[in-house]
């Protein structure tokens, strides 16, 4: 009879009750407050609501001991602080069909108090016209204690310490600060080049450098550069889309999107809708598959876009932390793009440098030899010449198989067809203006008639008709010329044609503008610096802010000399604005711009004119040479400088009585980020010798005749000699 009754009991459905407020707004807490970078972004996006032109953010430990967010925006009414943190308290709407309408970014009122539930939070806030600021925490939604009076600077400070304190599990989950903090740094480098009007920065607390830094600006590719570097920028394209029709979608789209010269492991995709940062997986995704068709070779893309709809064709209230909206005809919209993105890339395909390359029809002053006809079977009439084994070259530079490149990496045949020649290359060095075209000066005469006069013709011989095979090492490049391989010098090559470059466009050079003027001051004193044997010591700091103050005094005064022959802009305030284009499609490694001023300062002799205009081309053929990149390479041995000791728990155990000591074990760690930042810049760099530096050697080089014993051009391999050796086999 018992068990007939407990088998009734168990059976009956169980019975439903009300949660405890606290529980629910716990619950909801969880939802909208994910992880730490989840309050970072509602605390931004309240902080651009309220019309900020500044916002610093400072974290600790990843977000879970400190988030603070400073900004200067229009502040918090004192007659508001009691009710700031309350669920569902808004300043931003006050019926639901606003909602139809909304513009700012937060709406819900929710945000502040699911912060008060899982953390301990602090505001401090001043408005305009009040004498000083107030101070107020919150728990669980409500002030801890009335507001206090307080010195405070404009606009709102809110602190979130000791975040999910009160929720172990989640606590646990996100103990790794390094990826809770590299998020936040994400997501503070979208909001910076989307929102160019005000200045972002993001650092850890008690750093003295911030991870993100940007300053209000016009541009958006300047912003873009600064936050995520030049290698990016020059890499992207503009991309614009409009739709003004009713019947289908109403939208307008621009942004950038980068070429096939950007390389990258992961896609990076920077989305706006109506100023709002969401994701979007189906647009993406139309992106993703329209790089693949048409880049095969393409690393993952990065994208920037920026949407603009009508607000009431977009439905923000469909995800807890606002992360995803719902449009209006999305598809057609998504469509549109994908169209418009396409065509961009197609059209910068035609233009863009692949493995090919062409042979430039010779001089007329270059006539075919009898040695020439040799190699050239087919060089006068139809019938094909018999040519000795020995004497048979493998490749020619028409065959890109005879590339490094092909033995690296697998290219599929269709793919290879398609690809155009160097005409981008090509034609854009031809309409340079003809390199026998120079100044009237006849210092500047006097210099080229020297190149001239001193090049060494069989030098200039394997320049004009050498195939690139590859780099072997960080500083030689394989050539192929006849039946020799040869090692060549990609920096003492690449110095001397900057250095006849810019006597040959000497007066006549186009200008790349710094997206922001050095001073010239502090590139001095850095140069002097990197020069010291202990850069780290302060005694002969002194003594360099006089070098820099007389050199940056003297290059003010030889601002107009400096502009006018070599395109080198000097401020009135002694900042640098402008360099020249000494090669069309290459820009210099910046990174060696103090050491180029420096020089400018120190060696110029400015009264003898041909040996001042001597100087400061030879000054700019260095700076302009293709130097290995300041970061190592990091393949091969070169990942070593990426790798730094840490010290973690020896799981396996140890059977030692010392276990304070055993438990303990050293792990190395790969800074990941720094090296994709020098596989992009190793990665230009060879580009930039294949598809530049080559095309232009043959077109233009003199090489002089000291080229011929320093050691820049070294024969390593002949075709028949390895004859000879392999016959006595």
């Not at 607000?311 to 807890?320: L, R, Y």
């Not at 360099?579 to 400015?606: A, K, S």
Request: a negative charge; glycine letters at 4%.
């Amino acid at each position: 009879m018992e068990e007939e009754e407990e088998e009734q009991v168990a059976t009956e459905p169980p019975k439903i009750h009300r949660l405890d407020e606290s529980v629910v707004n716990r619950i909801a807490a969880g939802e909208v407050i994910q992880r730490p970078v989840s309050a970072v972004k509602e605390l931004v996006e309240n902080s651009l609501d309220a019309h900020s032109s500044s916002i610093n953010v400072v974290v600790k430990d990843g977000g879970l001991k400190l988030i603070q967010v400073s900004d200067d925006g229009h502040g918090i009414r004192y007659e508001d602080l009691p009710i700031l943190c309350e669920r569902h308290t808004t300043s931003k709407l006050s019926s639901f069909e606003d909602l139809q309408s909304i513009k700012s970014m937060g709406f819900r009122g929710e945000a502040l108090a699911s912060m008060t539930y899982v953390a301990h939070v602090t505001v401090t806030t001043i408005t305009k016209g009040q004498l000083h600021g107030y101070r107020v925490s919150y728990k669980d939604g409500v002030m801890e204690n009335e507001p206090k009076a307080c010195a405070a600077v404009k606009g709102t400070q809110i602190m979130i310490e000791n975040l999910f304190y009160n929720m172990s599990a989640r606590r646990k989950n996100l103990q790794n600060s390094a990826d809770d903090y590299s998020k936040i740094v994400d997501l503070l480098s979208r909001f910076a080049i989307h929102h160019t009007s005000v200045s972002f920065s993001c650092r850890k607390h008690g750093a003295g450098r911030a991870d993100v830094s940007s300053v209000a600006t016009l541009s958006r590719i300047d912003a873009i550069r600064s936050v995520y570097g030049v290698s990016v920028a020059r890499s992207l394209m503009k991309v614009e889309a409009l739709d003004n029709d009713p019947s289908s979608s109403v939208f307008q789209m621009d942004g950038f999107i980068s070429n096939s010269e950007y390389v990258a492991k992961k896609i990076t995709m920077v989305l706006f809708i109506n100023d709002r940062l969401v994701d979007c997986t189906a647009l993406k995704r139309a992106l993703e598959i329209v790089y693949a068709a048409t880049l095969p070779k393409a690393s993952k893309p990065f994208i920037y876009m920026s949407i603009v709809l009508p607000p009431e064709h977009v439905d923000v209230n469909v995800h807890p932390t606002k992360r995803e909206v719902s449009l209006l005809n999305q598809e057609v919209i998504i469509e549109k793009i994908q169209s418009v993105v396409e065509s961009r890339l197609r059209s910068s395909n035609e233009t863009q440098i692949f493995q090919e390359q062409t042979v430039e029809p010779p001089s007329s002053s270059q006539m075919i030899s009898s040695k020439d006809s040799n190699r050239n079977p087919l060089a006068s009439g139809s019938k094909s010449q018999k040519v000795p084994v020995n004497k048979m070259v493998r490749t020619d530079s028409s065959d890109p198989a005879g590339r490094l490149h092909s033995y690296l990496h697998a290219e599929p045949r269709g793919h290879l067809e398609k690809n155009t020649s160097l005409t981008a290359v090509r034609s854009s060095v031809r309409q340079r203006r003809n390199p026998k075209e120079t100044a009237d000066l006849s210092s500047i005469q006097e210099l080229i008639a020297e190149i001239d006069s001193n090049c060494h013709s069989g030098m200039l011989d394997i320049v004009r008709h050498c195939t690139y095979i590859g780099m072997a090492d960080d500083v030689f490049a394989l050539l192929q010329h006849d039946t020799h391989l040869y090692l060549a010098n990609v920096v003492s090559l690449s110095k001397e044609l900057m250095y006849q470059q810019v006597l040959r466009r000497f007066a006549h050079f186009n200008a790349i503008q710094l997206s922001n003027p050095a001073p010239l001051k502090e590139l001095i004193v850095l140069a002097l610096k990197e020069g010291d044997t202990d850069p780290e010591s302060t005694e002969n700091d002194e003594l360099n802010e006089k070098i820099a103050e007389m050199n940056t005094e003297l290059l003010k005064q030889k601002a107009d000399l400096v502009e006018e022959y070599f395109s080198i802009h000097i401020d009135k305030d002694g900042n640098l604005s402008r360099l020249p284009v000494i090669l069309d499609q290459y820009t210099p490694d910046m990174d060696r711009v103090p050491e180029f001023v420096l020089c400018l300062g120190n060696d110029v002799d400015w009264e003898e004119e041909k040996k001042c205009f001597q100087v400061i081309s030879a000054a700019l053929g260095n700076f302009y040479a293709m130097h290995p990149p300041m970061l190592p390479n990091p393949s091969g041995d070169g990942l070593q400088f990426y790798q730094k000791r840490k010290l973690v728990r020896n799981n396996e155990g140890s059977l030692s009585c010392n276990t304070a000591a055993d438990d303990m074990v050293m792990e190395d760690e790969i800074e990941h980020e720094l090296v994709a930042e020098a596989e992009t810049a190793w990665a230009q760099r060879e580009w930039s010798i294949q598809h530049v530096l080559f095309p232009s050697m043959r077109l233009f080089f003199k090489p002089p005749n000291s080229m011929a014993t320093n050691g820049t051009f070294v024969r390593v391999a002949s075709l028949e000699k390895l004859y000879r050796i392999f016959e006595r086999c």
